[in-house]
């Protein structure tokens, strides 16, 4: 979490972050720990090279042995670090050889009709099936949350649930909740004031409730390209029409190319992801989330800003939203709680900024209210559960699985293939040679009991027919290994 920002004095900030987690404090060996793990990921200690002593690195960083060793012992289990026999501890080597970035696709946004709901369903209905390797899946394994503390949760919660509550915690939602909820904007370093805050039914419907308030049918909206398939659909139900503005997948938006637009087409709305794009996996520096602010600022248009993932971060600090820059009250900052604590509880938020009054009036019109029993028993959970505790679990355990994917792409796959490599989420992000169809890799792969997700489906255009999403939020076993193997196979037989 960040120290003071936006004008909030630090020791607010501890309080309140106290308040919120008073049983979630991080061990000394688990920050030892993050700041290791930084060196590597910036290269700083490089593949194969050995990490400091336990001795050295005690003395050096002025902490006990044993720290050190339960600091390499987690390293170890993220996937980070492997020991040799008397010889200490070593940078793994992740891959074998080093795998290429992809390429940006165009550099040049285009505006299309939206018709992709077809592509997307049928893809989706042929990947439920639970026998499948859910390469192609879009959530991560439920075996990741804590389900059973959640169920204690939800039944506390139900049990003390005073009657009155069925109608007090219909929109704009539970307070205990939201109050839970902007804490932990608080701690982010972005306080709001609680009443821009409404529970939806996940972030799917916020961010629907948020483009219908901004939007007209024939409206433009800026897009990124790729983008998540449901963003497509929701475009092409409420008739609206997609400017999709290219994605770098290390750097995030082209900015240069959403500035043109901005200028030149009477754009109604953005819809973008700033943390963890799906499917690049791309984030914005923080300099860049700025400019997009001022962009924004500049232009006087609204930005629906699609941060399910941000609680999925490997390096020390959560990334900050697009919002934390917006000084306008423009950015609707949607998230949820589906991909890092509940699954199916079906519980998401807005923090709607100067749409708040709006969105909450629709979400009355549209659905009335989220689950009254969900957002109670969600509450008691992030006031007792041991949140953040579970969060960093779940960060490390998707850390290593990404570093065994990466690792099995360099084993199995054909040299030319690129691979984005995000610092958080679940998804890699493939770019095989040209010649490969990745609608046909899908079918001959399901039909050896493989999904993957493939790239036309992340598309107004169905643009990227070479590419493919990869799911790796599910332990890794040695079926996910075949599975790679004999995608590797499949591709070279295209
Ligand atoms: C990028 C993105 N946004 C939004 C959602 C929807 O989130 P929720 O399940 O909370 O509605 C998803 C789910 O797959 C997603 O990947």
Redesign the pocket.
Known sequence: MDGAAGGVPTQRLEWAAQAAHPQDKMKRYEKFADEIAELIRTGVLAPGQKVPSVRHASRTYGVSASTVFQAYYLLESRGLIMARARSGYFVCQHVQRPLREPEVASREAATTEVDVSELVFSVLSSIKDPDTVPFGS??PSPELFPLQRLARSMSHAVREMDPRSTVADMTPGNHGLRRQIALRYMVGGLPLPIEELVI????????NLCLQVVTRPGDLVAIESPA?Y??LQVLERLKLKAVEIPVHPREGIDLEVLERSLEQLPIKACWF?SNF??PLGASLAEARKRRLAELLKQYQVPMIE?D??AELYFGQQAPKPVKAFDSEGLVMH??????SLA?GY???WVAGGRYAGEIERLKLMTSISASVPAQAAIADYLQHGGYDRHLRRLRYALESQQNAMLAAVARHLPEQTRVSRPDGGYFLWLEFPEQVDSLRLFQLALAQGISIAPGPIFSATRSFSNCARLNYGHPWTTRSEQAMETLGRIIRSL
């Open positions: 879009a959530f939806t039914n996940g972030a799917l419907e916020a961010l998540f449901a963003s992801m794009h799906n699609d399910v993932y949607c998230s949820s709680f589906s991909k699954p079906r519980v998401g």
